[in-house]
């Protein structure tokens, strides 16, 4: 009977065999697609998952507005459209007022430059520069043939970027539609995911999802409101200085927006915010010799902006923006340098998603401990 | 021959059924906890969308004496036993809630550590109502946030009064002991 076992168990257990290495090789195969399907996906899974964060950013700036709207008795559908509606509207507003402006000043510009008007006005006011500086500081020179390459390099580059400007529009228009669906499904979605965690961690990651969003929600309206103010102290400063000193500053206010905007980076901000007042004030004031041998316009714009912040870091910036954003000047510039490998975009969202990562870890942490888990 | 009641037509108990409101357990449940049970039908299906209806097995810990408290528990069905964790002790077992009990409702208002263990004695449903939903409803829903905060104040005021009574019980037979002491 034993042998006859024996007999039988021999075949059954080559069998198995067989059918584990043929589920092996099944499972491996599988593997093998999946993996190169995630690398070939991958380029499109970060886009995707860049255009949800951004989405995400925008829930938590809008989500206070429409839960307004909704404490109002208004449907939270209809709050949303209302808002979207009344964002659109200014949007196309601002498009309709500011792209024939904008494109008559590139024309200008791009006019000025066939010319070869432009980098020689140029050379003229650097040798002016060069010439004041060196009655204080002996031995000082800027390089021309520098500013110069750069001056021609930014106007060649302008035709791409407007080109480039379309794509972004589709994305934009994209992600406000991602940032619709939050805005209107978000908590039931948030309740889904919430919902996935075991028992154990369910109060912890609650409370610390609520907190979190409380967070950010506190960290990135202070952001805008404080780029809100930098742009408005800008706006009126330089229609100021257009009134006062003449500087021929055009496109006030898409200048004062790129400040606000700009200013959300801490220390390098406030200097990207002052370039294009600068660039568009030499632009305009090419054709005038007075002000070509007078370049006393530009520390008027550089003197403008530094009261701008001085308001702003003494005043506005305290009230508004939470001390969570306080970081090392060296940090600052590192965020900056891995940020500038993504582009004009990532250096901008380098530092505020640091912030945001900040406070995430921070809530996090405090949450666990909370729950005596670390 | 005996006429058939006019309610037994099949036509007119169909619309008797569709008539008839369709509400679910946890609706029935949360009607019944007397934070809520003030609020409309309409209030109520709110509130149920804005709770976390979770499941624990035996023996399953719902919260730990000591965790960071965020928020009130409604059982659906089973138990559950409320313990009070003695260092190198057994848990001392305080209560046991059943269908319709409801406990940790003071964590709603304030985030102080619970101050006792609530742990599932079988397979039961219980229905979370947490700060963070009770804020959200606040920020979106501000008349029922009040009718809530209302509803809780009043349970609050309920439980001081009681413990208002048991504390001059208390205090009066701390003086009749005092006083005997002092005679003898």
């Known amino acids: ?374 | 021959m005996k006429e058939k009641p006019i309610t037994s037509y099949p036509l007119f108990e169909s619309f008797k059924d569709k008539l008839k409101p369709n509400r679910s357990q946890a609706q029935m449940t949360l009607s019944q906890v007397n934070v809520f049970s003030r609020l409309s039908w309409q209030e109520i299906k709110i509130i149920e969308n804005a709770v976390h209806i979770r499941n624990y097995g035996p023996g399953e810990p719902v919260f730990k004496q000591g965790d960071p408290g965020s928020g009130m528990y409604i059982i659906i069905e089973g138990s559950v036993g409320i313990f009070l964790d003695i260092p190198q002790q057994t848990p001392k077992q305080l209560s046991k809630l059943g269908d319709g009990d409801f406990f940790g409702e003071i964590a709603l208002l304030d985030e102080s550590p619970r101050t006792a263990s609530a742990t599932a004695l079988e397979n039961s449903t219980i229905i979370g109502f947490y700060r963070p939903d009770l804020m959200d409803i606040l920020k979106t829903k501000p008349a029922l946030g009040a009718k809530i905060l209302l509803a809780l104040s009043e349970v609050l005021a309920v439980r001081l009064r009681s413990t208002n009574g048991e504390l001059v019980k208390v205090s009066r037979k701390l003086e009749t002991v005092t006083e005997t002491e002092a005679n003898e």
């Open chain 1, 1 to 374: 009977m034993s042998n006859q076992d024996s007999v039988v168990i021999a075949p059954q257990s080559v069998r198995l065999f067989h059918q584990s290495l043929f589920k092996t090789l099944v499972y491996f195969f599988f593997l093998i697609l999946v993996l190169a399907g995630a690398f070939k996906a991958f380029p499109l899974v970060v886009d995707a998952l860049f255009l949800i964060v951004i989405a995400a950013i925008l829930t938590t700036v809008f989500n206070p507005l429409v839960d307004r709207l909704e404490s109002s008795g208004l449907r939270r559908i209809y709050g949303t459209l209302l808002m979207f509606g009344g964002i659109i509207g200014m949007v196309a507003l601002g498009v309709i007022k500011g792209i024939p402006t904008l494109l008559s000043e590139i024309s200008r510009i791009k006019h000025v430059i066939q010319q070869n008007a432009a980098t020689d006005s140029l050379d003229s006011i650097m040798a002016d520069i060069n010439s004041r500086i060196a009655e204080y500081i002996p031995g000082f020179q800027l390089d021309l043939d520098l500013i110069s390459s750069l001056s021609s390099q930014f106007f060649s580059q302008l035709g791409s970027v407007l080109a480039g400007a379309l794509d972004t529009l589709a994305t934009v228009i994209f992600i406000l539609i991602i940032t619709m669906f939050f805005l209107v499904d978000g908590k039931r979605m948030t309740k889904q995911l919430i919902g996935m965690v075991p028992n154990r961690y369910f109060e912890m990651s609650l409370n610390i999802t609520y907190k979190t969003k409380q967070q950010l929600t506190n960290f990135l309206r202070g952001q805008l409101l404080a780029a809100l103010g930098v742009a408005i102290q800008s706006f009126i400063g330089l229609t100021l200085l257009n009134w006062l000193f003449d500087t021929n500053i055009s496109g006030v206010l898409l200048i004062s927006s790129i400040a606000g905007m700009a200013n959300m980076i801490p220390f390098v901000g406030p200097f990207m915010g002052m370039v294009p007042a600068i660039i568009v004030s030499l632009f305009n004031n090419l054709g005038d010799p007075v002000a070509v041998s007078n370049f006393y316009y530009i520390l008027h714009i550089i003197g403008m902006f530094l009261i701008v912040q001085m308001i702003d870091n003494n005043i506005i910036s305290p009230i508004v923006v939470s001390g969570s954003m306080e970081m090392h000047p060296l940090t600052v510039i590192l965020l900056i340098l891995v940020g500038s490998q993504l582009g004009v975009l990532g250096m901008f969202l380098a530092v505020p998603a640091w912030g945001i990562s900040k406070v995430v870890i921070q809530e996090v942490y405090q949450g666990l401990k909370g729950h005596h888990l670390i």
